[in-house]
């Protein structure tokens, strides 16, 4: 099975588990990840979409809401379909919100596992070639390990959960709408590194 061929199988799959059903009323499930947000928050509004470690809550429609004004501040700094941003982050709400904003502008995800060690995310750095790198102080990539033309926004999650990614992130911004490519890819996914350097 080709990777878009894994991906087109996978997306009905989670649309239908987000929403009960493929609510474009395509079987194939050929509609993008930014799309299945929206239509969840739509769905189910008010309820839970994450819970944070702390406790605190992210709703479908907040998800929905900040996915759009991070998207469009992605988009202000350059990032479109096809590029590469490296998310340099724990788990976190931030984390689900950026990687949901990059996917509604058609961009590709690479998370860079905060376990790893500052080698080794330098070299998941070099590998995915990103465009941009959103990292927490204690993540970021020293500025030699930054790959050439990648600009780094850094974040500060001492502050009210959500609130960090302001430096991406346009008041009541939204994306242009994205064309349906169930051939587009969303994310760059590494091993542990266990064996070796994490591939991706």
Do not use: C
Request: net charge negative; hydrophobic share 50%; proline share 8%.
């Amino acid at each position: 099975m080709t990777a878009a061929s894994s991906l087109r199988s996978t997306t009905g799959p989670l649309r239908a588990l987000l929403l009960g059903s493929t609510a474009s009323g395509d079987p194939d499930g050929a509609d993008v990840l930014g799309e299945v947000v929206d239509e969840a928050a739509a769905r189910f509004g008010d309820a839970t979409a994450y819970v944070a470690a702390d406790g605190w809550l992210l709703s479908f429609a907040e998800l929905a809401r900040a996915s759009d004004e991070v998207a469009a501040g992605l988009a202000a700094a350059g990032v479109g379909a096809g590029d590469v941003v490296a998310l340099a982050l724990p788990s976190i709400p931030e984390y689900v919100i950026a990687y949901a904003a990059a996917a509604k502008l058609g961009a590709v995800t690479a998370g860079v596992n905060a376990r790893l060690t500052s080698h080794e995310r330098a070299g998941v750095l070099a590998t995915a070639r990103p465009h941009l790198v959103v990292a927490t102080p204690d993540l970021a990539p020293h500025p030699d390990a930054l790959p050439a033309g990648a600009d780094l926004v850094t974040i500060d999650v001492a502050g009210a959960p959500g609130d960090a990614l302001a430096p991406v992130r346009v008041d009541g911004g939204a994306p242009r709408p994205l064309d349906a490519d169930p051939d587009r890819p969303v994310a760059i996914v590494f091993t542990s590194g266990t064996t070796g350097q994490p591939k991706g």
